[in-house]
């Protein structure tokens, strides 16, 4: 039997696979858009979703370990999922807005799920608070971005 934290690791990789769909025409869409002046650490995003998907997989396993609720885990990968799906689904459709509206659906679905974590661990609330803390900065680059760019928008 595979141990609970590799499942959830295993689950986390192949939701986030799926969000490499990406054609280069996607990929140049979205590098061509203008940013806010004031994103200067745009090369630590990357760095900085790794920390919340290492940190949204323990709070998983915590969460799992104390509930074994398959409820609890649907919300885990729902959420992955949207946080996810932002980049193809918005440079497919060439949507800054439709990127504005996962990432807030993202945050709100991610509020829920906290407060469902919080009446289990506190420590696993503790592990989903680089989301909660990034995802709304994510979303204001991505309006911001429409700001600058209004014909993407």
């Known amino acids: ?3 609970a934290w590799l499942a959830i690791a295993l689950v986390g990789v192949a939701i986030a696979a799926a ?3 990406l054609s280069s025409r996607d990929i140049k869409w979205f590098k061509q858009l203008r940013r806010p002046d004031w994103l200067t650490f745009e090369f630590a995003i990357p760095f900085v979703w790794t920390v919340v998907f290492i940190c949204g997989g323990w709070s998983a396993y915590i969460v799992w370990r104390q509930t074994q609720s398959w409820w609890l885990m649907a919300g885990y990968a729902l959420l992955e999922l949207l946080i996810v799906s932002y980049t193809p689904v918005m440079c497919k459709l060439r949507s800054l807005r439709v990127g504005m509206a996962i990432g807030a659906a993202g ?3 991610g509020l829920v799920l906290a407060w469902f974590v919080v009446q289990v661990d506190t420590n696993a609330l503790l592990l989903l608070l680089p989301y909660l803390l990034w995802s709304p900065v994510g979303t204001l680059i991505t309006w911001q971005m ?3 760019n209004p014909n993407e928008a």
């Open 146 to 148: 429409a700001q600058l």
């Open 19 to 21: 969000s490499s769909l």
């Open 107 to 109: 945050f709100v679905f």
């Open 1 to 3: 039997m595979i141990p």
